[in-house]
């Protein structure tokens, strides 16, 4: 019941929220079509008796007779609902991600991929029991066009959830030995997450989301911008080191050094900080703390001048001979 009442508190909201705003990526257009699916599974509980005592009594005719009546009267309205809510989210679902296709493409395959699998199988779970419900409450015959389309539609989806899933776990575990085993003896180190721009932004309140923006969030910039700790054989031990050569960062792929920087110009930007993306930048080759002052930002956004190490922002051109842009 509980995932109910958050379900009719959110969802619109969520819709809203990923229509409005075109910086979500694709995997998370993708995965909110498990949230009514998921739902409408778990309450469809409601129509099973709890135990064998509960069997027994719908042998007495007049418990069964109530036990139809109940579920047909305050059950299965709710049912058609949030089936409705799952067919809302499907076609909601695949228009996002048509409409994001062309760039989400571009990118190499990466854990975030593989969410794409669970939402259908979450979907496809809960045409199953909304089938079921129909069958054992409705007092419609089974042939009638409505459950032969919704047999039909959920045999399809079936069949597109076991293809996916496969495909999918197959591709995950080719590439799983590349993404625990990242070399990173080339690789410019990172910021930690305390020392990025955007970490004194969010600490600041000054970089809240926004039911609609035009720009990335500023968590999964600060994300993108000090990568992550990967564990890695050195001198005979077993270290940490900081690294973005990881191919996503949860459901979003990783950004390349390009997109990072215009992204965060666009979040400074609207903060009304002076961050043009097309200015000449004075021959500066990286986006580091010490670049802050080009865009003329206030004193509390620049960093502490005891900092001298490479930053991992560095875009020249050893950076796109590695590929990693």
């Given at each position: 019941m ?8 959110i969802y ?8 409005t705003?075109d910086?979500?990526s694709?995997p998370?257009c993708w995965?909110?079509l498990?949230?009514?699916a998921v ?7 409601f129509s ?7 069997d027994?009594?719908l042998?007495?005719e ?9 579920h047909r009267t305050?059950?299965m ?6 089936f ?5 989210s ?7 991600v048509?409409?994001?296709w ?7 395959f990466s ?5 794409f699998?669970?939402?259908l199988?979450?979907h ?6 909304y ?9 419609n015959?089974?042939?009638t066009?409505f ?11 079936l069949?597109c959830?076991t293809?996916?899933?496969?495909v ?9 030995p590349?993404?625990c ?5 080339d690789?410019?180190m990172?910021p930690e997450?305390k ?5 004194r932004?969010?600490?600041?309140g000054e970089?809240g989301d926004?039911?609609?923006q035009d720009?990335?969030s500023a968590a999964?910039l600060q994300?993108?911008e000090?990568?992550?700790?990967v ?12 690294s ?8 979003d792929?990783?950004?390349n050094?390009s997109e990072?920087?215009?992204e965060?110009?666009r979040l400074?930007?609207h903060?009304s900080h ?6 000449d930048?004075g021959?500066?080759?990286?986006f580091?703390d010490?670049l802050?002052?080009t865009f003329n930002e206030?004193s509390?956004?620049r960093a ?5 190490k490479?930053?991992?922002m ?6 796109m001979m590695?590929?990693?842009?």
């Amino acid at each position: 019941m509980f995932s109910l009442v958050a379900f009719a508190m959110i969802y619109m909201l969520s819709q809203i929220r990923i229509h409005t705003n075109d910086k979500i990526s694709v995997p998370v257009c993708w995965v909110q079509l498990s949230g009514p699916a998921v739902v409408l599974y778990g309450f469809s509980i409601f129509s099973q008796p709890g135990s064998d005592r509960d069997d027994f009594a719908l042998l007495v005719e007049e418990n069964k007779e109530h036990f139809f009546y109940v579920h047909r009267t305050f059950y299965m309205p709710i049912m058609h609902v949030l089936f409705a809510f799952c067919m809302v989210s499907m076609v909601s679902s695949l228009y996002l991600v048509r409409s994001k296709w062309k760039d989400f493409s571009e990118k190499e395959f990466s854990p975030a991929h593989v969410s794409f699998g669970a939402p259908l199988v979450a979907h496809v779970n809960a045409m199953q029991a909304y089938r079921s419900s129909l069958q054992k409450f409705s007092p419609n015959p089974p042939g009638t066009t409505f459950k032969l389309w919704l047999y039909r539609y959920w045999a399809f989806g079936l069949i597109c959830a076991t293809v996916m899933v496969l495909v999918l776990t197959w591709k995950f575990f080719s590439h799983l030995p590349g993404w625990c085993q990242i070399d990173v003896e080339d690789d410019e180190m990172p910021p930690e997450p305390k020392e990025t721009v955007v970490t004194r932004l969010l600490q600041n309140g000054e970089a809240g989301d926004e039911m609609r923006q035009d720009f990335v969030s500023a968590a999964v910039l600060q994300a993108n911008e000090s990568g992550a700790l990967v564990r890695v054989l050195r001198d005979g031990k077993m270290k940490y080191v900081r690294s973005r050569r990881m191919p996503s960062m949860g459901f979003d792929p990783i950004m390349n050094v390009s997109e990072l920087m215009s992204e965060r110009d666009r979040l400074l930007q609207h903060l009304s900080h002076a961050a043009d993306p097309s200015r000449d930048r004075g021959g500066m080759t990286s986006f580091d703390d010490a670049l802050m002052d080009t865009f003329n930002e206030p004193s509390r956004l620049r960093a502490s001048s005891g900092r001298n190490k490479l930053n991992f922002m560095s875009f020249d051109a050893s950076t796109m001979m590695r590929g990693d842009h």
